[in-house]
């Protein structure tokens, strides 16, 4: 029996109850303050840090939503002084079918696996999944924080229960992302013209901060470059797995 905390649930039930626990304990947790900082997660400022970013990858070309038992591949990067350091990949069965809300029963388990086997400890986790954006407040990316014990932030395109109004066109142009009217979190215009990324509080971070780490970490591209490069590694291990089989 897992008995660190956090552990991911069997079933829908369980994952409920524990998102509210969850939540709360969010709530209750201490802020992340990387050291050193100022008001804003700049550019500058994390490129002295360590960011993990982690990314599934689903089989291609199945209809429907997806079922348990897929074949999914989970990539992480280390990200540090502005390149990639270090990647690992993961693979594995799904734990059970896509539904909105339950993300940690189908590929939570596998997330966890591949940030677990980078080599050095990372001080903030980013993962393509929501955070407070969510029915109970703890979406996937709350969820992988707490339980790896890392500062975490969302980054994905659509949202989940939570409104915004578009953003202005201009890069660095943001606007609240709204649950019930409460902040949880950015969508943010990380590229002049191209659909906003929503930028999501997770475990021990705000909303400003899930804004100031999307912003700092895009650049010139659409996607923050360390999910960006786990997504392509993600990619990169479906395909071979798939040319192998």
């Given amino acids: ?14 994952l409920e ?6 939540a709360a304990a969010g709530d209750a947790a201490p802020p992340w303050e990387p050291v050193g900082t100022g008001a804003a997660l700049t550019a500058d400022v994390l490129a002295a840090l360590d960011v993990a970013a982690v990314f599934a990858a689903f089989p291609r ?3 429907g939503p997806g079922g348990a038992g897929q074949r999914v591949v989970a ?3 280390r990200w540090c002084g502005g390149r ?30 591949a940030v677990a086997g980078l ?10 999944a929501t955070g407070r954006d969510h029915p109970r407040r703890a979406g996937l990316a709350l969820h992988l924080g707490a339980r790896l014990g890392l500062p ?10 939570a409104a915004f109004a578009e953003p202005g066109a201009a890069a660095g142009a943001a606007a609240p992302l709204l649950a019930d009217g409460e902040l949880v979190g950015h969508a943010v215009r990380t590229r002049s013209g191209a659909r906003p990324v929503l930028a999501h509080a997770a475990w021990r971070t705000t909303p400003d901060q899930a804004r100031d780490v999307a912003l700092a970490l895009s650049r010139r591209w659409r996607t923050p470059l360390p999910l960006r490069a ?3 590694l993600a990619r990169m291990a479906r395909a071979g797995a798939e040319a192998r089989a």
């Fill in 119 to 128: 080599s050095r400890r990372p001080h903030l986790l980013l993962v393509d």
């Fill in 1 to 14: 029996m897992d008995e660190r905390p956090w552990a991911w649930p069997e079933g829908p039930a369980e």
């Fill in 152 to 161: 975490s932030v969302g980054a994905t395109n659509r949202a989940l229960v």
């Fill in 75 to 77: 990539a992480a990067v």
């Fill in 84 to 113: 990639v350091v270090e990647r690992r990949t993961v693979q594995g069965l799904s734990g059970g079918p896509y539904v909105a809300g339950l993300l940690a029963l189908r590929c939570g388990p596998l997330l966890e696996a």
């Fill in 17 to 22: 109850a524990l998102q509210r626990e969850l």
């Fill in 230 to 232: 786990a997504r392509t």
């Fill in 61 to 63: 070309g199945e209809g």
